[in-house]
């Protein structure tokens, strides 16, 4: 079983920075892509800023291209997102997840319905 912790959240004002990470622990040896989600109050999750194992191949959603780096450690168990120039549109409950796929596409990538596994996640308000 594998578990998925995030941490990183918080409140920043506008034009600000966080950065946000996850961890997956357990059994591990199966991870393929992990993505980072987020759900606005009232709305559905969607992908933000999902990342291949190796690292090498990430996927941006249109609103957050030049402001969001997504990357990942050696040893693919630890994602970070640096949330750079953060908007109040960025508030919302950022969600880790992983599935075992060592391919997809950018669409596949991006989509909820990919992914099997989700950690709790963690809430970032960026106030004006």
């Known amino acids: 079983q594998v578990q998925l912790e995030e941490s990183g959240g918080g409140s920043v004002q506008a034009g600000g920075s966080l950065k946000l990470s996850c961890t997956a622990s357990?059994?591990?040896?199966?991870?393929?892509?992990m993505g980072w989600f987020h759900q606005i109050l009232g709305k559905e999750r969607e992908g933000v800023a999902p990342?291949?194992?190796?690292?090498?191949?990430?996927y941006y959603t249109d609103s957050v291209k030049g402001r969001f780096t997504s990357s990942r450690e050696r040893g693919k168990r630890t994602v970070h997102l640096q949330m750079d120039t953060l908007e109040p549109d960025d508030s919302a409950v950022y969600y880790c997840a992983t599935k075992s796929a060592l391919a997809m596409t950018e669409l596949q990538a991006l989509s909820v319905d990919y992914y099997g596994l989700w950690g709790q996640g963690i809430q970032v308000t960026v106030t004006s």
């Open positions: 357990g059994a591990t040896s199966n991870i393929g892509y």
């Open positions: 990342i291949s194992p190796g690292g090498n191949r990430v």
